[in-house]
């Protein structure tokens, strides 16, 4: 079966950085997505990783490992703003978006 | 402006009754999706529409048809509503689904409560 795995809830400090892992075992891989998702509201697309290794957006980094199946998402100078749902997502053989759980990450001043 | 919006954003119905969402973007954008988020988070696609084609079609209960009007509207009718179709409903719009790498853009969701 395909299975993605991430951490249910972290807690991080205001201004320090935080990282969310996501492991996956999956028919296929066409590419990893970062969604972020704010308590009643919609998903939104934060990065998508398809090669090997790190991909910097700012505050945000993503990272892949095809052959481990794995890939973190880094945030880096924390805000309250980023108190969210962060949802890994990976893009299989059928190129199907499969979802994880999603990691809630509180942010503490 | 909205780019992918659905009405309505809260929907409490009785269990078998018969209700509608409607979903509408104005990206321009080919391919449409359905999908439905559960109490533990997890979000399952039901349904996509490329230019009025369904093109994935999830084992989701038959109750549940997707209708299409124009590339812009894919709209869900739920027959016979069940307590277990109680749910967040996330309309999703991409700009070509054949493209993977194509980023999906969600509308705010809507929460059906089924009593």
């Known amino acids: 079966g395909q299975n993605i795995d991430q951490p249910t809830e972290m807690t991080a400090t205001e201004g320090a950085i935080v990282q969310i892992n996501c492991t996956y075992q999956?028919?296929?891989?066409?590419?990893l997505f970062w969604y972020q998702q704010h308590a009643g509201e919609a998903p939104t697309f934060l990065s998508y990783?398809?090669l090997d290794g790190l991909e910097e957006k700012g505050r945000f980094s993503s990272f892949l490992s095809r052959s481990k199946g794995y890939s973190y998402l880094l945030l880096k100078e924390l805000q309250m703003k980023d108190s969210a749902s962060y949802l890994c997502?990976?893009?299989?053989?059928?190129?199907?978006?499969?979802w994880g759980a999603g990691t809630k990450l509180i942010i503490k001043p | 402006d909205t780019a992918v919006s659905q009405t309505p954003k809260y929907l409490v119905t009785q269990m078998g009754n018969d209700k509608s969402i409607k979903c509408e973007q104005n990206?321009?954008?080919?391919?449409m999706y359905w999908y439905k988020q559960d109490s533990k988070k997890f979000l399952k696609i039901m349904f996509s529409?490329?230019?009025?084609?369904?093109?994935i079609n999830e084992t989701v209960p038959n109750r549940f048809s997707p209708k299409s009007p124009d590339k812009a509207h894919l709209n869900l009718h739920i027959n016979s509503l069940e307590l277990g179709d109680s749910a967040v409903y996330f309309c999703?719009?991409?700009?070509?689904?054949?493209?993977?790498?194509?980023?999906?853009?969600f509308g705010p969701g809507t929460r059906l409560t089924v009593l």
């Open positions: 999703a719009s991409s700009q070509d689904g054949s493209q993977v790498t194509d980023t999906q853009y």
């Open positions: 990206l321009g954008h080919d391919t």
């Open positions: 990783n398809v």
């Open positions: 529409y490329n230019n009025k084609e369904l093109i």
């Open positions: 997502a990976v893009l299989d053989s059928n190129y199907q978006l499969i």
């Open positions: 999956t028919s296929g891989f066409n590419g």
